[in-house]
């Protein structure tokens, strides 16, 4: 089932409000399964994400795990490109870089996600997620994430999420085949 969203080019999901799905080929395995078993608890708030993850068992989430890591775009440079100096103070505020890395595709645990490259309305969804409390739709359940989200206005993580987007990284969309 994964391939009917993830596996489409600029495929978009609209809850809780339109955006296109994440980039997930080049993610690490450790941080795919965090994302499923998360899902499965309900501690990340997507029906139709808490659905798929609940079909699947342990063995089966280490094999789309290992599958979609194993989809490395090429390495991300050491050195991203500078953020403009008011997304640079809001990256220090977040201090983003001290868990997902100076270039952000190197986290400092693999069950952290990679940022640089992803879809910038996607990060943006997902940091006002941290945000929500008390919802049984939406919302994802972090504390330290929670924390981080809350000191920023809508506008700032549209901001940092541009800017994350726009950083070199190793994920990417890989279309695969309907017929295999």
């Not at 952000?104 to 910038?120: M, N, R, V």
């Amino acid at each position: 089932m994964c391939i009917g969203c993830h596996g489409i080019p600029g495929y978009q999901n609209s809850f809780p409000e339109i955006h296109k799905v994440p980039k997930i080929s080049g993610q690490s395995d450790k941080y795919i399964v965090a994302s499923l078993v998360a899902y499965k608890k309900g501690d990340r708030k997507h029906p139709s994400m808490r659905g798929i993850a609940a079909s699947l068992s342990d063995q089966d989430m280490a094999d789309l795990a290992a599958f979609y890591a194993s989809h490395l775009g090429k390495p991300a440079p050491e050195t991203p490109r500078a953020p403009s100096p008011a997304v640079a103070a809001l990256i220090e505020k977040g201090a983003c870089v001290s868990c997902h890395g100076a270039n952000f595709s190197k986290p400092i645990d693999p069950s952290y996600p990679k940022l640089g490259g992803q879809h910038a309305d996607y990060l943006f969804v997902a940091l006002k997620a941290y945000t929500v409390e008390g919802n049984n739709v939406v919302g994802r359940a972090n504390p330290i994430m929670a924390g981080i989200s809350k000191q920023f206005k809508p506008a700032e993580m549209r901001a940092i999420a541009k800017y994350l987007a726009s950083v070199e990284g190793e994920l990417r969309v890989v279309p695969q085949s309907s017929f295999r």
